[in-house]
């Protein structure tokens, strides 16, 4: 009985052993075919890709609106002023929902750090500015019905 528990523990230690020497021809050969060369330049050649998005810019901006009291009823100029970012912005009008929310204006990628939505009738809209890179900003802003004009 004791001899055939020796066994067992031998072939136990022996099996351990062949395992551990598996795992280390498995990492020789991962060496070899991912020379430690070739791991630099995979990882500088991510790190560019990611660089713009590191560094890049939050949009800074400035709302303004105006009233205008007319035949018609109350409209509005919703004025977009960005102070900070990385161009081409291209700017949004939409209903009160960042997320899911309609797009009734938007203005093509332009350079322009203004832009002006006019015509806007009194309701809640959400202003979405977003950049070359694709980051966006924005807020909710509501246009009133009884507001006076040329605030």
Known sequence: ??????????????????????????????????????????????????????FSQAIQYDIKVRYFNNASGTTAEISVKVESGNPDFTYYLMTNDPMKGEVLMKSEPTRRKNYVFKDVKPGKYFIRI?????????????????ESSMN
């Open 1 to 54: 009985m004791k001899l055939q528990l020796q066994r067992e523990s031998t072939k136990l230690i022996a099996l351990y052993f062949r395992k551990q020497n598996e795992k280390f021809c498995i990492s020789r050969a991962f060496y070899k075919k991912y020379d430690p060369m070739k791991k630099i330049i995979v990882l500088l050649f991510l790190s560019s890709l990611l660089t713009p998005f590191l």
């Open 130 to 146: 977003e950049d070359n890179l694709g980051l966006p900003a924005g807020k909710t802003i509501e246009i009133k019905e009884n």
